[in-house]
């Protein structure tokens, strides 16, 4: 039988990506939702070796956010839509390594919020029987799926919300399809980033941190550069991560500490820095998941191993961004900012470096 008959692909598709292959000869990985904070962390990262050719997926390869992926080094953009599962066919074809991650967001209802899980379901079944396909050929040797954390207690995990439910799922579904032994999920926990985003009231100020957890519960917390920092240690030593999963996290604080970290941080600037946590009530009208999330946290609460993961970074020549550095940076980039203030800033995408 020829490719195209076990494939499913055109001659066409076929001769394109060949002729792509035949001019290069490093391992090929493809990245889903490589606009997304996480994906974009992860181009950059694993494009910094030279070791790996990046394919950088997207639904809509002109965009701002696809031309600063394109600036990277040893980075192709390519189109693709997790709710088609061809597409990520053609994507995937002749790649030795897939990173996959998926999203609830489907866009804002009032009475619903913009989180469906089923929405992540459908794009984690495409997902992984298109990686099914490749490993089956052979030509797929190394899934990394972005999950979300698992609980400190198994036992006190329910209820959890949908968009952590749904990548649980797709967890189990690339065990029943057999694929533990070429793959290795990642979890990573509630980013800095959130801390702050564009709504109105959850961006940190020189008066107030905000949080959507009650300010004295322990919240674990991760810089999402860090995210492609450990996919990346993830492809470079198979060896040590096929078959594992690993929750990742780089603090573990209370929304009290953040604040008085932050008042440190901006010094005269912040006398005094009051922790603002967004009303339940408010949040559960907003995004009913976000608010079951923020439950979730207080009550049962991530589950990385903030000391194994410390060490294992050392091994592996990790540098982990602590809190205070991220804060340190986001101080240089206000200054950037309020230097371009009339420049649309919040329709540009602006990474992490
Ligand atoms: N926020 C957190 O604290 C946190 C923590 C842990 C895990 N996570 C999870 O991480 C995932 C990514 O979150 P993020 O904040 O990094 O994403 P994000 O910045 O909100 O980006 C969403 C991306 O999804 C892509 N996308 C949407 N529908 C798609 C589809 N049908 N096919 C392909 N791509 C699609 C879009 O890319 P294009 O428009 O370019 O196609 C866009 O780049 C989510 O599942 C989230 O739950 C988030």
Redesign the pocket.
């Known amino acids: 039988m020829d490719l195209s008959s076990r494939t499913g692909l055109s001659q066409r598709d076929l001769y394109s990506h060949e002729i792509h292959d035949l001019k290069r000869s490093k391992p090929v990985i493809a990245v889903?939702?490589?606009?997304?904070?996480?994906?974009?962390s992860v181009v950059k990262h694993l494009s910094k070796n030279d070791f790996f050719q990046i394919r950088a997926?997207?639904?809509?390869p002109f965009?701002k956010?696809?031309e600063l992926l394109a600036e990277l080094p040893n980075v192709e953009i390519v189109k693709?839509?997790?709710?088609?599962r061809e597409s990520l066919e053609k994507c995937f074809l002749g790649v030795y390594g897939v990173f996959g991650?998926?999203?609830?967001?489907k866009g804002w209802v009032l009475g619903r919020g913009s989180?469906v899980r089923d929405y992540?379901l459908e794009?984690g079944r495409n997902l992984v029987d298109a990686v099914k396909k490749f490993a089956n050929l052979g030509t797929l040797k190394h899934f990394v799926f972005?999950?979300?954390?698992k609980p400190k207690d198994p036992l006190n995990s329910q209820p959890a919300p949908g968009?952590f439910t749904s990548?649980w799922s797709i967890e189990e579904y690339i065990l029943l399809n057999g694929l533990k032994e070429l793959s290795t999920i990642l979890?990573?926990?509630?980013?800095f980033?959130?801390f702050d985003s564009d709504l109105p009231g959850v961006q940190i100020s020189d008066s107030i941190f905000p949080g959507v957890v009650q300010e004295d519960k322990l919240w674990q917390?991760?810089a999402?550069d860090d995210?492609g920092l450990w996919t990346k240690a993830v492809f470079e030593t198979p060896q040590k991560f096929l078959g594992e999963a690993l929750n990742i996290a780089g603090e573990e604080m209370t929304g009290k500490d953040m604040a008085a970290l932050w008042q440190e941080i901006n010094g005269k600037k912040s006398p005094s820095v009051r922790y603002a946590m967004i009303p339940r009530q408010l949040m559960n009208f907003i995004e009913h998941d976000i608010a079951l999330m923020a439950s979730w946290i207080e009550r049962a609460g991530y589950g990385a191993d903030l000391k194994t993961l410390r060490a294992l970074a050392d091994e592996l020549g990790i540098t982990m961004t602590p809190l205070s550095c991220w804060l340190t940076q986001k101080i240089s980039t206000r200054t950037t900012q309020k230097r371009l203030r009339g420049i649309d800033l919040k329709r540009r995408f602006i990474p992490a470096t």
């Open positions: 889903t939702m490589a606009t997304s904070r996480q994906g974009y997926i997207t639904r809509s965009t956010r696809a693709g839509d997790l709710l088609q991650n998926t999203t609830p967001t989180m992540e794009q972005s999950s979300v954390c968009h990548k979890r990573p926990v509630s980013y980033e959130n917390t991760i999402v995210v």
